[in-house]
């Protein structure tokens, strides 16, 4: 049995299909989304958890593949650098999560990174490159 | 009731000066009026932080031994202009590293540019540098490798030909497609609407008119010293404008420049714009003597009383037609959502409000401890609203 989190990108017409139902269904494994999202490409984003046999775990993979869903592993995590951080905000409009916000008090961007999914979106959206991908 | 320059400058000096932000008048003056006020503050600080293409800087590297006419010379890799003498050269800040894949594969992401040359320059880093010459007489070495630091440089000015723009477009993105500008990422169908100003603390929009702004007005640059030395290139204060004289389009701009080697990298970050380019991101704060009323008068204004341009970026910007979809006010750009053509659209700024304030506050410190004097300037920068004698 194994407990595994991914994200999924959606490509946009792809979007409304039951796709991820059929994970179920058809390969036995159970999920749990933990977020749900559209990307500034208008790509759907599930970030969900599932747990299942390690075989139809990779057989669910390939189908979703096949679907032409972009399946990305979550085992990394993103951080911000906060001496590269200048608080502009462009990140705001990228981030799915709400996971960067803007403090209306300070003006300062808040990273919360219990809100944060590691999607990247955010990587190279910033100017100064302040979000860094850690492994 | 007026004050000079003079009377101001003899007030920092006995460390009587009373200095207040532009954002710290706003309610300032609203508790106790303009008149009061213009008695009282001398000067008043503005800030501004973002992202400025046109900057760079202006090298003199001293000459190797024997001495070198400089025909091509690069940076860690990006290419400065050598078409002036021998060994000065000038260092754009868009200028992409050599070999960059540009937007080869789109949206490029613009890793290193001449505006992280200059950051790195000011943070003391080594900077690789390479030089060609085709050889004279008078100069003889053809090639030259050296790695250096800016405390090697006889001399290293930062020098801007177009900064701190007076108001600036709000861009959004009318297309089904999303689009990757120098004013960000724009999500497609009014995705979102991103804007370029620090609205009430900018230092332009505090002095409309240039009634106080002009050649020679010593500033804060990057961190150090530096001074308005002319009008910035597009500079257009002919636009419509609010009651107050406030513009309503992208108006007045400045050209500065100062001693890149006081300068700070907290205040001069290279920046690299998805999908567009690599760029400058220029900390800018402009002291506003306060000479009489109007003055005060003019930097009182609040966020909800300036309006910026809704531009589309997919076709009205790139093809140029002039068209405009709204104006919305700074308050409601900073409140996180704008109603443009009918539908609710989140925003993001580029321009940190955050190290504008900041900078306001550095510079009001600068002040009252007598380390910073104010300049008169020699010459207005040129509007005509002003000079036919109007503004309200
Ligand atoms: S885009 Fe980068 S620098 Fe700007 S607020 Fe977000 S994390 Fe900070
Ligand atoms: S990786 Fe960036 S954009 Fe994605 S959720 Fe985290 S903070 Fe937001």
Known sequence: MIRRKVVLHFPREKVDKPIVSKLVRDYGLDFNILKASITPREEGLLVMEITGEEKDYQRGLEYLENCGVRVQPLSQDVARNEDRCTHCGACLAVCPTRALYMDSESMQVIFDREECVACELCVKVCPPRAMEIRY | MGKTIQEINERIKSGKAVVVTAEEIIDLVREKGVEKVARRVDVITTGTFGPMCSSGALINLGHPKPRMKIHRAWLNDVPAYCGIAAVDLYLGATEMAEHDPLNEVFPGEFRYGGGHVIEDLVAGKKVRLRAESYGTDCYPLRKWEAEITIHDLPDARLFNPRNAYQNYNVAVNLSDRVLYTYMGVLRPNLGNANYCSAGQLSPLLNDPLFRTIGVGTRIFLGGGIGYVVDRGTQH?????????????????????????????????????????????????GVPIPVLDEEVVEAAAVSDSDLYAPVVDYSVDYPQGTGRVLGEVSYAQLRSGEVEILGKRVPTASLSSYSRAREIACLLKEWIQSGRFLLTEPVELLPCPVRERGGGK
């Not at chain 2, 309503?248 to 998805?274: E, F, H, I, Q, W």
């Open chain 2, 236 to 284: 257009n204060p002919d636009v419509p404008r609010t009651k107050s004289g406030h513009p309503k389009r992208p108006s007045g701009t400045l050209a500065v420049m100062g001693d890149l080697k006081g300068m700070s990298p907290r205040y001069l970050v290279g920046y690299s714009m998805l999908g567009y380019g690599a760029t400058l991101a220029v900390g800018i």
